[in-house]
């Protein structure tokens, strides 16, 4: 399929967008400017650092860290991984783990930090990073971590001695550290049976008490091995709407805010970062009328990318061509987004019909509520801009754990065609970590796919260097023109809001996992 650059914005969408937006964006600016709310907190307590977030995490359990809304609380606070990816430049450093030696094609020796203990006092060792590597991957708990980053691929695990694991992976596997680097290590006395609600980490802060529905606190952990943090303590609160987060900051509720936007009224306390976060909808390509590519296509064609930046994320964003943004290994320069044709995607529409596609079926669009700043507005403009080229399109807001069922397998299947929304972050600079999950036919958040495209990605996973980046750079070009079971829409930029009392940098990883410990006073 050849493909043109994307044409100048629409001006129906514009109009439209344009005229809807600014009217919300105005009322919550000046609802915060005056702003009178009654947050449900108390002011600020000096030793106290308050982070509000955009909704509850739904669990604390350290093997789902890579979900965001669990990871942001847990990573690097409660507890700690091997292996360290630094956001800003992309190395890797040690943490639990002081080094490590790759032997062969399949195996890795890494060498264990001494003195650190755990929260519940149990100590840390090679065992005990063991124990916590089996549990995530080679387990059957269905942990995300596994489905993220390993797949269906098990660890051998060999304790040599206290300070020394050696690790063997069933293929060559030349990132295998930076993969470990998501695996979060919990204490030896953490049941590999079931998962827990509340982890016991070797972090900086531990769990003081999870007040479900309202707060989280976390209290420094007495015995930290690493430097303490200067705030001893942290508490979690959230809040579903934008504009009550933004007047918790400015009003001095809040020292960080999470999920925001200027329109929200967070003025001069906004701090925009590069988040790596693509924004795409992914097909149930398996139930018709999805099943066809040229609806697939269609879709893609109905989308006006430029006009919902413009009209909803002005400050950053860019509108996407694959799946991961430019600076991740695999990134193919040379891919253009779907041009804007609104004709175009009706005639694809319309040659699906005639064929006997039933493109009147009704196709469930389903978004997480409060994922990230103005979902709603833009599921709204889509399910509009669908509409317009023929297709049925039922919008379903969910909240986190609901929409949990769409998003990671196994899936819903008794509900109809599904269009999901998805917010994708490749934090680790890696494709592996995208393609692995979305694009194989049996990937966790993948609903379809060919022999032919999992043979590609499998090949690609062993490589290194150049080769590496060519093979990426072919699948995901080959995405695009075979398979369609996304569409991409915009690459992100987060926007934090920070209280004047403290310091804090964001960086592409912030989103995930906000690092209490390098949070300062100002």
Known sequence: ????????????????????????????????????????????????????????????????ANLTSTGVVVRSNITEPLVE?????????????????????TEWVFTMREGVTFHDGEKFDAAAAAHSIDRAVNS??????????????????????????????????PILPLKLSFIEIVSPAT??????????????????????????????????????????????VWRGEASVRAAMVTNGEADIATGLSQDDGIGDYGVSYPNNETVGLRFQGNVAPLDDIRVRQAINYAIDRQGIIDALYPNGDQVAAQLIPEGVVGHNDSLEPWPF????????????????????????LVVRTAQFPKIQELAEILQGELAEIGLNINLLMLETSQHLQYQTAPFVTNQGPVILMIQHGNQAGDAQFSTDQYFLSDGPQSEFGT????????????????????????IFKYENEEIVQLAFISHQTGMLGISHRIHYTPNSASGDELRISTVTSA
């Open 191 to 236: 049941s590999d049976t079931e998962k827990v609600r509340e982890p016991a980490g070797t972090g900086p802060y531990e769990i003081a008490n999870w007040n479900a529905g309202n707060s989280i606190h976390l209290n420094q952990f007495a015995d930290y091995w690493g430097d303490k943090p200067e705030f001893p303590n942290v508490e979690y």
């Open 1 to 64: 399929m050849t493909r043109s650059a994307v044409p100048k914005q629409s001006a129906r969408l514009a109009r439209g967008a344009i005229a809807a937006v600014p009217i919300v964006a105005l009322l919550s600016g000046c609802t915060v400017a005056n702003s009178q709310i009654d947050s449900g907190v108390g002011a600020l307590e000096g030793d106290t650092v308050r982070v509000v977030l955009q909704q509850e995490p739904p669990t604390l359990e350290a093997c789902e």
């Open 140 to 173: 059957e708990l269905g942990c995300n971590v596994e489905g993220y980053v390993f797949g269906d691929s098990d660890l051998g695990l060999d304790v040599v001695d206290s300070t020394t694991l050696k690790i063997t992976t069933e293929e060559p596997d």
């Open 85 to 105: 990816r630094e956001p800003s430049t992309g190395e890797l450093e040690p943490l639990l783990s002081t080094g490590w030696e790759q032997t062969s094609d």
């Open 451 to 474: 022999e032919e495209f999992d043979a590609m990605i499998d090949a690609a996973r062993p490589l290194s260097d150049e080769e590496r980046q060519e093979a990426y750079e072919e």
């Open 341 to 364: 044709d609104v004709e175009k995607a009706k005639e694809l529409v319309e040659e699906a019909r005639a064929d006997g596609t039933p493109v009147d079926t009704e196709i469930n």
